[in-house]
C-alpha cells in the first residue's frame, strides 16, 4: 500500500528545532522556534494558570465529553476578550480545536465546504504553515504584497493594490496583530481602509489571532478585528491561547464565524460538524483554564499583570537589540526592530548569512532572516549583534 507513499517535505521550523537541539556547542541562541522564554530561557507556566489548574482539578467531577463546540464558558469567555461587545453574541458561531493551527484548518474546511471556489489571500510574508494549510483544504492562495524590505515597514500601496484585485466572495486572510514574521501590524486607519476596501469588494476577512496581548495590549490587540466585526456582515477567525496563556503543549483554539443572525445557526452547526469529521470533541481541560481565569476576577487579573510583564520583556529584547546592532553595525538598517510588535521580526539578512550565524555562532533562526524577539536575554543580544555585524562584513 505504501510503496510510492512520497515522503513529506521536512517541515522549515521542526527541523531548526531538531538542528538546534543536536548543536552541542555551549552559549548557542534558539531565536526560532516561537516560544515565549523569560530572562533564564525558560517557557515557563503562568502563575494563573497553575492556580486555574488547580481549582480545576479541585472542582471537575466528570471526564465525559461535552458537546462538539466545547465548554460553552470557554467560548463565550473567548468571545468577550476577542470581541469585546463589537458585535451582539447572536451573531458569533464558535468552536473549541485543538490549538491555533486547527482552527486556521477549520474555517479553511469551512470556506471549501461553502464556496470551494473562493480564493485565500494571504501577506507574502506570513507564518510558514498558513500556505500547506490552506492547500491541504483544496483552496487556492494568493499572495499579496506586505512589507517593504527597504523600510521594513508596512508596503501600504503594494498592499492596497493587490486587494483592489480580490473578487466578491474571496477570502483574505490578516493577522490580527502582531504579524508573523515581520512585526508590522496596522494602524486604525490602515484596518479602517482596509474594511472599506472589503465592503465594497465583498470579500470576507479571516482574522488569525495567535498573540493577543503581546502587542499593544490585550484591547488594543483586537482593535481591528473589533472594527472588521461591527463594520463587515461577514468575519472569519482563529484564535490560539498558546501565546498569552502560555498553553502550548494544551492545545486551546477557538474558530469562530461572525454572520448576521438569522445565519447564525447554519453556522454553528456546520461549524460543528467539520469537528466531528476530523477530531470530534475538542479538549477540554486547556479550554477550561481559560474560562476559568477569565471568570475569576483575582485570577484575570493575575494573568493580565503576567501576560504585560511578558509583552514589556519582548519589546525591551527588541530597543536593546535594534541599539546593539545599531552601535555594532554604524548603520540604521536594523532599527525598525525597535518599531515593530510581537514575537517576531524578518531581519535584512541573507540565507547565506543566517546560515554562517547557524555554523560559525551557534545562532539559529529561519533561513529568511526570521528571528524571536522572546528568545533574547541581556547575554545573548550583543553577542547576537556581535555575530550578525560579523556576517555583514
Not at 70 to 93: E, I, S, T
Amino acid at each position: 500500500m505504501f510503496e510510492s507513499l512520497p515522503t513529506p517535505k521536512p517541515d522549515g521550523i521542526i527541523a531548526l528545532m531538531q538542528a538546534f537541539a543536536q548543536d552541542p556547542r555551549m552559549g548557542k541562541i534558539d531565536l526560532g522556534v516561537g516560544v515565549y522564554r523569560d530572562e533564564a530561557g525558560r517557557t515557563p507556566v503562568m502563575r494563573a494558570v497553575k492556580a486555574a489548574e488547580l481549582r480545576c482539578v479541585e472542582t471537575q467531577e466528570s471526564k465525559s465529553y461535552l458537546s462538539l463546540a466545547g465548554d460553552q464558558a470557554f467560548l463565550d469567555a473567548m468571545g468577550a476578550l476577542l470581541l469585546g461587545g463589537a458585535v451582539p453574541a447572536a451573531r458569533v458561531a464558535s468552536v473549541g480545536t485543538p490549538g491555533g493551527t486547527s482552527a486556521v484548518r477549520q474555517i479553511c474546511e469551512l470556506i471549501r465546504s461553502a464556496r470551494p471556489e473562493a480564493v485565500v489571500w494571504v501577506s507574502a510574508q506570513t507564518w510558514p504553515n498558513h500556505a500547506p494549510v490552506i492547500a491541504a483544504a483544496g483552496l487556492k492562495a494568493q499572495p499579496y504584497r506586505y512589507m517593504d524590505p527597504a523600510r521594513g515597514a508596512l508596503d501600504h500601496m503594494g498592499l492596497f493594490a493587490d486587494l483592489e484585485q480580490v473578487c466578491a466572495g474571496d477570502v483574505v486572510l490578516l493577522h490580527g496583530c502582531c504579524h508573523n514574521p515581520t512585526g508590522i501590524d496596522f494602524s486604525a486607519q490602515d484596518w479602517a481602509e482596509i474594511a472599506a476596501l472589503l465592503a465594497r469588494r465583498g470579500a470576507v476577512p479571516f482574522v488569525d489571532m495567535a498573540y493577543q496581548g503581546f502587542g499593544e495590549g490585550l484591547d488594543a490587540d483586537a482593535g481591528g478585528l473589533r472594527h472588521l466585526a461591527a463594520r463587515l456582515p461577514e468575519v472569519l477567525v482563529a484564535a490560539s491561547c498558546s501565546k498569552n496563556f502560555g498553553l502550548y503543549r494544551e492545545r486551546v483554539g477557538l474558530a469562530m464565524a461572525i454572520v448576521p443572525e438569522t445565519a447564525r445557526a447554519t453556522l454553528a452547526a456546520a461549524l460543528a460538524g467539520l469537528s466531528r469529521q476530523v477530531f470530534a470533541f475538542p479538549p477540554d481541560h486547556g479550554g477550561r483554564v481559560v474560562s476559568t481565569i477569565l471568570g475569576d476576577t483575582a485570577l484575570r487579573a493575575m494573568w493580565q499583570a503576567e501576560l504585560e510583564e511578558m509583552r514589556l520583556r519582548v519589546e525591551e529584547n527588541r530597543r536593546a537589540l535594534a541599539s546593539a546592532l545599531h552601535a555594532k553595525t554604524g548603520s540604521d538598517r536594523f532599527d525598525m526592530i525597535a518599531q515593530q510588535r510581537g514575537m517576531f521580526s524578518l531581519l535584512p539578512l541573507s540565507p547565506d548569512q543566517v546560515a554562517q550565524l547557524h555554523a560559525d555562532h551557534g545562532i539559529y533562526m529561519m533561513g529568511d532572516g526570521r528571528a524571536n524577539m522572546a528568545g533574547l536575554n541581556a547575554y545573548s543580544v550583543p553577542v547576537c549583534a556581535q555575530a550578525i555585524a560579523s556576517v555583514l562584513r
